[in-house]
């Protein structure tokens, strides 16, 4: 692959479902449809490693001519993840991308799920051309987070994980679209739990824009305008797709270097042209 290449396969596994498609990261957008299988009860290392061949099988992409991209829900460093909130406990401080790179046959780049759909959300979406403190949370099976100051993203802050104060369990547990599901909460009632949520990230960081991803972001007209906050608050451009669209500007970032970008370097600057 040269330096010019700009087409990458990005691969966003999530609490629920393993999704992938062919990216062009020139504009950011889609090259083929988007191909989903659900994650395999329990996510376990090696039936999580089957349904991403399924992916790359439907996407006719298994050979390494194509950059590859995985983006993972956990804390990612140097390959190896740290944390296992919604996928199997043997995931935790595992060699995660040495062990795709081996079931795969092929070198990838790996790196936490909402790190790279902050990027996307950065280069292509919401975020794109804005100053100062940016984060970006994604509402789903849990709450991902990632946040950008100057256009270097700071990785693996899981911010969805804050305490709430007085109570036991973590903001996650009590705010993600996975408890609205749970719990069969209207709207109204949900936007008072997320209120809660960003109002303490809006206290703890002071930040100059939030931007909603995950699938329920298409529904933010339903929650979003409930919220009353400083901060500037929008939908993600690209919605479910940011983590798809990321981890390929993630894989083609590596792949002009030669070498895996680490998860502490500026990925957002990285990955720009």
């Known amino acids: 692959m040269t330096g010019t290449a700009t087409t990458a396969v990005g691969i966003d596994i999530g609490g629920t479902g393993i999704k992938g498609a062919l990216v062009d990261l020139s504009q950011g957008k889609l090259l083929t449809d988007r191909i989903k299988v659900p994650t395999p009860k329990g996510a376990e290392p090696d039936d999580v490693l089957k349904a991403v061949t399924e992916v790359l099988e439907k996407l006719e992409v298994t050979d390494d001519d194509i950059p590859l991209g995985v983006a993972f829900p956990a804390i990612v460093k140097n390959g190896r993840t740290l944390s296992a909130a919604n996928v199997a406990h043997t995931w935790i401080d595992f060699e995660a991308e040495a062990f795709f790179e081996k079931g795969l046959g092929r070198q990838i780049h790996f790196a936490n799920d909402a790190d790279v759909a902050g990027v996307a959300e950065m280069r292509y979406g919401a975020a794109k051309d804005r100053d100062g403190v940016v984060l970006l949370t994604t509402l789903g099976t849990g709450i991902g987070t990632a946040m950008i100051y100057k256009g270097v993203l700071v990785p693996n802050t899981e911010l969805g994980h804050l305490h709430r104060p007085g109570h036991k369990k973590d903001f996650e547990h009590f705010a993600a679209y996975s408890a609205m ?10 936007a008072e739990r997320l209120q809660q949520y960003y109002s303490h990230l809006e206290f703890l960081f002071t930040p100059d824009l939030f931007v909603v991803g995950g699938g329920v972001s298409k529904h933010a007209d339903k929650f979003l305008p409930l919220l009353d906050l400083k901060t500037e608050i929008v939908p993600a451009v690209h919605r479910n797709n940011a983590g798809i669209i990321g981890a390929a500007a993630l894989a083609l970032a590596g792949d002009d270097s030669g070498e895996s970008v680490d998860e502490g370097e500026d990925l957002a600057g990285t990955t720009s042209r």
């Open 181 to 190: 599901e749970r719990e069969e909460l209207e709207w109204d009632a949900w």
